[in-house]
């Protein structure tokens, strides 16, 4: 079955850091870049950072440059997103996502929620 | 970075009836490769996004084919030609030509009348 599945959100203070995972199953997780996007309450989606297929680049959005770093263990079939000096306005559901620009494959795990509150 | 500008941001529909959504972009989407890089996704209640169309007019796997996409340069439109039930979601365009950021649409909110 061709899926992602994030884990590690949960509740944080401000100023402190959480990892999230997102574990590939089911197809070439190696071949893809792999984006995170994520969502707050009742708000649209925001992308924050993608990594390539083998982790040789990496890009930010400027909300989070600096502070978030994403990494991949293509060995493991998994995704990271380091969160450090987390705010309040970084809470939301963080889903990772990968797919191809040129072809119908297309993938999303099913979120994974994060709330910065003291 | 892009802007991307959907309208409406609601869209009261009966069903069986068409819908349409408008998807504006700040600049031509038209990349070096002369592909245009689109991208119109679906979020149902309570689910994670799906994406239905890339490059503009392509839909993905199993998109039912009542979805189609269409536009160039800065215009771009999702239609759907018979609108059902499951078809009540928030709808998002986003473009991936200029990048980085990825940027997406605001989000139209589709309802049933």
């Known amino acids: 079955q061709v899926q992602l599945v994030e884990s590690g959100g949960g509740v944080v203070q401000p100023g402190r850091s959480l990892r999230l995972s997102c574990a590939a199953s089911?197809?070439?997780?190696?071949?893809?870049?792999i984006h995170w996007v994520r969502q707050a309450p009742g708000k649209g989606l925001e992308w924050v950072t993608v990594?390539?297929?083998?982790?040789?680049?990496?890009y930010y959005a400027d909300s989070v440059k600096g502070r978030f770093t994403i990494s991949r263990d293509n060995s493991k079939n998994t995704l990271y997103l380091q969160m450090n000096s987390l705010r309040a306005e970084d809470t939301a559901v963080y889903y990772c996502?990968?797919?191809?620009?040129?072809?119908?494959?297309?993938?999303w795990g099913q979120g994974t929620m994060v709330t910065v509150s003291s | 970075d892009v802007v991307m500008t959907q309208s409406p941001l609601s869209l009261p529909v009966t069903l069986g009836q068409p819908a349409s959504i408008s998807c504006r972009s700040s600049?031509?989407?038209?990349?070096?490769?002369?592909?245009?890089?689109l991208n119109w996704f679906q979020q149902r209640p309570g689910q994670s996004p799906r994406r239905l169309i890339y490059?503009?007019?392509n839909r993905d796997s199993g998109v039912p084919d009542r979805f189609s996409g269409s536009g160039s340069g800065t215009d771009f439109t999702l239609r759907i030609s018979r609108v059902e039930a499951e078809d009540v979601g928030v709808y998002y365009c986003?473009?991936?030509?200029?990048?980085?950021?990825?940027?997406f649409g605001q989000g139209t909110k589709v309802e049933i009348k």
């Open positions: 996502w990968g797919s191809s620009s040129e072809s119908p494959f297309d993938i």
């Open positions: 089911g197809f070439s997780f190696s071949s893809y870049g």
């Open positions: 990594i390539t297929h083998d982790g040789s680049k990496k």
């Open positions: 600049q031509s989407l038209v990349y070096s490769d002369g592909n245009t890089y």
């Open positions: 490059k503009v007019s």
């Open positions: 986003m473009q991936a030509t200029h990048w980085p950021p990825w940027t």
